[in-house]
């Protein structure tokens, strides 16, 4: 039997609440608890959540006004800066950013939300370092846990005193731990878990959908047999034989953060790709989430001008209402999508599916050090001028370089994190 867990998270983007969907199995009754809009908050609590929210969301925005936008979000980023790695030194000095949670955690912000999570004490998992907080802050007397969503991370991630802290961190990526450490938390307080992936697009341990997914993807991503021809024995020996045709064409997936920056790509890539889209050679997912105001947006722009063509299924609009929805959707459509594009946030693991991830300018310090992360790894690509994406994606996959970006996230990257951090809570609860 599965054990119970509290799964919490925030609905500020999509990056938190899509950390905690692969994780609902562990959830009473499947259901995640969003820390900032669940039944009964308190009207001041859910004030100050929604100030957060609604300043995040509106700059991240505000930041495409030139000038002053751009000098507006430079401040706010100010914030959640994350300072340099090297030379490694001790990092547990804490930041405004922090002190001020703490002082609104003092003053009652969250205790209504862990009163009634004490009256079940099994081990509390957080997406978001703030409700960690409140649950320390407030005696919760069972295990707390917080998932990182970022290939590095900033001070206010961790406690005001991390030396004395409860809290138990589920690491994405190594570059994490050691932060943590430097920040630090105790060593025996880090779980190298890598991010929590949609399981029922990996399968078992033995990752058997993943691979045969993967087996297709390779054939759409190689068209001339460049990367195969040089790295034929890597691939066997970690997918086996290639079957002899894809069983879908190239497809692509555009994906807009929760914040609604950057659809004006969307529109590009199709406008660059419009040919190709007609002669069946290429299909183009935009994906818009929960935001009907990005949704809009596409349908207007694809009923205008050279590109108010049906295009019969190889443009879709990806929209759903409740996030459950649109995430769960969103996963099922990566296992055909063969190349993913969007800006580096937590979307950023998603390249150990191998699906290698053409990189949009980041929004934030966090993104820049995942698009960091990404190139490093060697899973992601950045962007050229999405206006003459037709010329150089096909060279790019004449090359073969988006399959060996595809096979090196896929090798590299860690794809059983969910399973991992079951193993983990099923240890507490055992």
């Known amino acids: 039997m599965t054990p119970q867990s509290w799964i919490i998270s925030v609905n500020m983007g999509y990056g938190h609440q899509r950390?905690?969907?692969?994780?609902?199995?562990?959830?009473?009754?499947?259901?995640?608890?969003?820390?900032?809009?669940?039944?009964?908050?308190?009207?001041?609590?859910?004030?100050?959540?929604?100030?957060t929210r609604k300043v995040y969301e509106l700059i991240s925005r505000f930041k495409r006004i030139p000038l002053v936008g751009e000098f507006v979000f430079f401040v706010f980023d100010q914030l959640q800066k994350i300072l340099?790695?090297?030379?490694?030194?001790?990092?547990?000095?804490?930041?405004?950013?922090?002190?001020?949670?703490?002082?609104?955690?003092?003053?009652?912000?969250?205790?209504?939300?862990?009163?009634?999570?004490?009256?079940?004490?099994?081990?509390?998992?957080?997406t978001f370092f703030t409700p960690a907080f409140m649950a320390e802050s407030f005696n919760y007397p069972g295990e707390i846990f917080c998932v990182v969503c970022d290939a590095d991370i900033s001070r206010t991630w961790v406690s005001l005193n991390p030396k004395k802290s409860k809290i138990k961190y589920f690491a994405p990526n190594n570059r994490v731990v050691d932060r943590l450490k430097l920040y630090g938390v105790k060593p025996e307080n880090i779980f190298?878990?890598?991010?929590?992936?949609?399981?029922?697009?990996?399968?078992?341990?033995?990752?058997?959908?993943?691979?045969?997914?993967?087996?297709?993807?390779?054939?759409?991503?190689?068209?001339?047999?460049?990367y195969f021809s040089y790295y034929e024995p890597l691939i066997k020996k970690h997918l086996g034989e290639l079957p002899k045709t894809a069983?879908?064409?190239?497809?692509?997936?555009?994906?807009?953060?929760g914040a609604g920056a950057q659809k004006e790509i969307g529109i590009k890539i199709i406008k660059s790709l419009a040919k190709r889209i007609k002669n069946n050679e290429i299909k183009i997912i935009l994906v818009a989430g929960t935001k009907k105001k990005v949704r809009n947006y596409f349908e207007k722009e694809l009923s205008r001008g050279p590109i108010a063509v049906d295009y019969s299924e190889n443009v879709e609009i990806l929209y759903r209402e409740k996030i459950e929805d649109y995430f769960q959707?969103?996963?099922?459509?990566?296992?055909k999508t063969d190349i993913l594009w969007t800006k580096p946030s937590e979307i950023s693991f998603y390249s150990a599916l191998g699906?290698?991830?053409?990189?949009?300018?980041?929004?934030?310090y966090q993104e820049e050090f995942n698009?960091?992360?990404?190139?490093?790894?060697?899973?992601?690509?950045?962007?050229?001028?999405?206006?003459?994406?037709?010329?150089?994606?096909?060279?790019?996959?004449?090359?073969?370089?988006?399959?060996?970006?595809?096979?090196q996230g896929f090798i590299e990257g860690e794809k059983l994190g969910t399973l991992n951090i079951k193993k983990i809570i099923e240890k507490c609860s055992g």
């Open 19 to 51: 950390t905690a969907f692969p994780l609902k199995d562990l959830a009473p009754e499947g259901k995640i608890i969003c820390a900032n809009d669940y039944e009964g908050i308190p009207e001041n609590d859910k004030r100050i959540w929604e100030a």
């Open 84 to 126: 340099s790695f090297y030379p490694k030194r001790d990092l547990s000095k804490s930041n405004f950013q922090l002190k001020q949670i703490f002082s609104l955690i003092k003053k009652g912000w969250g205790k209504d939300l862990i009163k009634r999570l004490k009256a079940n004490p099994v081990p509390l998992i957080s």
């Open 192 to 226: 190298l878990t890598g991010y929590p992936l949609p399981q029922d697009i990996i399968g078992s341990e033995e990752q058997g959908v993943l691979k045969e997914d993967l087996k297709h993807r390779l054939l759409n991503l190689d068209p001339k047999k460049r």
């Open 247 to 257: 069983n879908h064409i190239l497809t692509l997936m555009f994906a807009v953060g």
């Open 329 to 335: 959707e969103f996963n099922q459509k990566l296992r």
């Open 355 to 364: 699906i290698p991830i053409i990189i949009a300018p980041p929004v934030g």
């Open 371 to 407: 698009k960091r992360w990404l190139l490093k790894s060697g899973s992601g690509i950045l962007q050229e001028n999405p206006g003459y994406t037709e010329q150089w994606l096909r060279d790019w996959l004449n090359q073969g370089y988006l399959a060996e970006a595809a096979m």
